[in-house]
């Protein structure tokens, strides 16, 4: 490297020395510092056209449908079980979803954030999955389609501990068990 | 384990200081019992908790006759740790002793252990005997009253009064034998039952938060010889032991929903519980071992029943649109003790076995009577052996406690506080509380004693994390 920049320097002084032969100035002061040499790398340009996705979703009838478009989990209030306004949408949704595809059953899981005792969140979470199956059989899914369980505390989903974390964990999730699509 | 005890006859009375130290000792049972204890006529300081002092023990190693020295200093180490464990006794350093010609069959020189201020001076032996041709350890006792100068007789399993104590066993089971011979001594020490040979059944936790492994798990009490009873292929959760059999009920999402199961330690295999049509779940033992109580949820709502173990019966006993759960029965089998938010929030209460009214603490009559009336809510009623108090999980203000309080939900007392402090569980003799406790936010949780005066508060070291410890009975 020292070497280089020598050598860059020594070019320098010859060029200045040509540039200036045709006149009599006085011979420039040599500078005897390496120039630095910056090398700037440009990346290199690739210019890619794509067209636009088709618009695709999920399968219809698919469990990636049922997650997406209508919704597998509904949310609880601290050691509440009643179905708020946004709740009773999604099981209105899923009421409709599992009535166009009447081969698919469910299992209901009613889970618990980690504030409580197991034993009492156990009755909480199976008091949550009944609220959950009560609701859509009243929406005319056919009970036997659908099973309960009770989770109580035992399975989180949001791993923190803190309010955003339990308000995700106090949930009814809806489970396709048998009968989707793909 | 067979006991042969020394029988000597009985002629002195108890005298002189270590009637003294008897006395200092119930005085600090009953001092820490405080309000909730029938004060008795002996009785004549009452050592406040801050002011009780443990009583300094010299036990020194005992001496092995014809077994290795290691199997001698491990049944004395193990001795030592029980004792020390409770918090009411200090063991005195072993390099302070003077006198190292100790004899079991000889009197102490009881001025070498005055020096060094032990109050009792336990001596013993480890022997290798051979009976009908199998190798055999036994470990053999006698304590004296060092100010006293006089052995100290111990009442053998028959109510005999033996002049020391001597246990056999097979060579794996020596831990069994200093486990023994430490609740003789505490028994002999504070008239209280013992509790170090028992086992604790609890559910080893592993994996991540949200994809736990839980194993039934059991262990002496000492936290040694822990074994795995369940794959970890399904959850299993809150085991309670029999008061009268070795056996174990508990919950199990094995085929899928919660039930009930049973588990026989001798024969190594389990069943589910009755044949309920919903979630069965929060079992429990009747403190004569006949029956298991536990709750049925249907259709989202949880009652307590009753089921025989004989025949095979269930019977409803809470008919109540709330959450019913969590049942303890008294140890006369006439109660039980029981969770539920039929008052809005999770409240303990009481109703009796046979569905009878009651009259209530709170005035009126009713067929259960609310017992918990203060901030929070209040959850897992065990009842104490002993009848008086039941201990409970409380949430308050954002914290967990483990407290006790009266039958009568009188004399509320927290013993513990943290992030979380759950499931409660009593020694067999009604003094100690254990429970598990994850100590902040996102901790793992441990298991955990504390005296029900609320002292001594110990870890329980396992090998994994740990939660739902319950106590055996004291062992045969």
């Given at each position: 490297m020292r070497k280089l920049m020598m050598t860059s320097?020594?070019?320098?002084?010859?060029?200045?020395?040509a540039?200036?032969?045709?006149?009599?100035e006085p011979e420039p002061v040599v500078v005897d510092e390496p120039e630095e040499v910056v090398v700037v790398e440009e990346p290199e340009v690739v210019v890619t056209e794509t067209l636009p996705p088709v618009p695709t979703g999920p399968v219809k009838g698919s469990l990636e449908d049922f997650q997406v478009n209508v919704g597998d989990r509904v949310y609880f209030d601290l050691d509440q079980y009643r179905l708020a306004a946004d709740a009773q949408a999604i099981l209105q949704r899923q009421a409709a979803w599992l009535s166009s595809y009447p081969n698919v059953n469910i299992l209901v899981a009613g889970n618990c954030d980690e504030r409580g005792t197991r034993e009492y969140n156990l009755a909480l979470g199976e008091r949550r999955a009944s609220v959950v199956k009560n609701y859509l059989v009243d929406l005319g899914v056919d009970p036997a389609r659908i099973q309960t369980v009770s989770y109580g505390k035992e399975r989180p989903i949001a791993l923190g501990s803190n309010d955003d974390s339990w308000a995700q964990n106090r949930n009814g999730f809806t489970q396709l068990i048998s009968g989707a699509v793909g | 384990m067979s006991t042969l005890d020394w029988v000597i006859p009985v002629g002195e009375s108890e005298t002189g200081s270590y009637a003294m130290l008897k006395?200092?000792?119930?005085?600090?049972?009953v001092g820490l019992l405080g309000s909730l204890s029938v004060a008795t006529a002996q009785l004549e300081v009452v050592v406040d908790r801050a002011d009780l002092k443990p009583t300094p023990l010299a036990i020194?190693?005992?001496?092995?006759?014809?077994?290795?020295?290691?199997?001698?200093?491990?049944?004395?180490?193990?001795?030592?740790?029980?004792?020390?464990?409770?918090?009411?006794?200090?063991?005195?350093?072993?390099?302070?002793y003077i006198q190292t010609d100790l004899n079991i069959e000889v009197a102490p020189r009881f001025a070498d252990w005055k020096i060094i201020q032990s109050d009792a001076l336990v001596v013993g032996t480890v022997e290798q005997i051979t009976r009908d041709g199998n190798d055999l350890i036994r470990g053999s006792v006698r304590m004296w009253d060092v100010y006293g100068e006089e052995l100290m007789r111990f009442e053998d399993s028959a109510g005999r009064q033996v002049s020391g104590r001597r246990f056999t066993t097979t060579p794996e089971d020596a831990r069994r034998i200093a486990h023994k011979i430490a609740d003789a001594i505490y028994t002999r020490l504070t008239g209280e039952d013992g509790y170090f040979d028992t086992r604790i059944v609890y559910i080893a936790e592993t994996g991540p938060k949200n994809a736990r492994v839980k194993r039934l798990a059991i262990m002496d009490a000492d936290g040694a010889n822990v074994k795995y009873l369940t794959s970890g292929a399904f959850t299993v959760l809150t085991p309670r032991f029999s008061p009268e059999a070795q056996q174990i009920t508990y919950m199990s999402y094995e085929g899928g929903i919660p039930r009930v199961y049973l588990y026989d330690l001798r024969r190594a295999r389990q069943e589910v519980l009755g044949n309920f049509r919903s979630m069965t779940f929060a079992p429990?033992?009747?403190?004569?071992?006949?029956?298991?109580l536990l709750t049925q949820a249907t259709n989202g709502n949880s009652d307590v029943y009753i089921m025989d173990l004989q025949t095979r019966q269930s019977r409803r006993l809470t008919d109540h649109p709330a959450i019913d759960t969590s049942p303890s029965m008294s140890p006369d089998g006439r109660q039980i003790v029981f969770n539920s938010d039929r008052g809005g929030s999770p409240q303990l209460y009481i109703m009796n076995t046979d569905g009878s009214p009651r009259t209530c603490p709170s005035g009126g009559r009713d067929v259960a009577c609310r017992i918990t009336f203060g901030t929070g809510r209040y959850s897992t009623p065990v009842w104490s052996p002993r009848g008086d108090l039941i201990a409970f999980t409380k949430q308050t203000q954002g914290k967990f406690h483990i407290g006790v309080i009266g039958i009568d939900g009188r004399g509320e007392r927290l013993l513990s506080q943290s992030y979380l402090d759950e499931g409660p569980d009593w020694s067999p003799n009604g003094r100690v509380i254990t429970f598990f406790r994850e100590a902040f936010p996102g901790a793992s949780p441990t298991l955990w004693s504390v005296d029900l005066t609320g002292r001594n508060l110990r870890p329980l070291p396992t090998p994994t994390d740990a939660s739902d410890p319950a106590w055996s009975p004291l062992l045969e």
């Open positions: 320097a020594s070019i320098a002084v010859f060029i200045g020395v540039a200036c032969s045709s006149t009599p | 006395r200092l000792i119930c005085a600090a049972f020194p190693n005992f001496e092995a006759i014809g077994v290795d020295a290691e199997t001698s200093q491990l049944i004395s180490d193990v001795i030592r740790s029980d004792l020390e464990s409770t918090g009411l006794f200090t063991i005195s350093p072993e390099e302070a429990r033992f009747s403190r004569d071992g006949n029956s298991v």
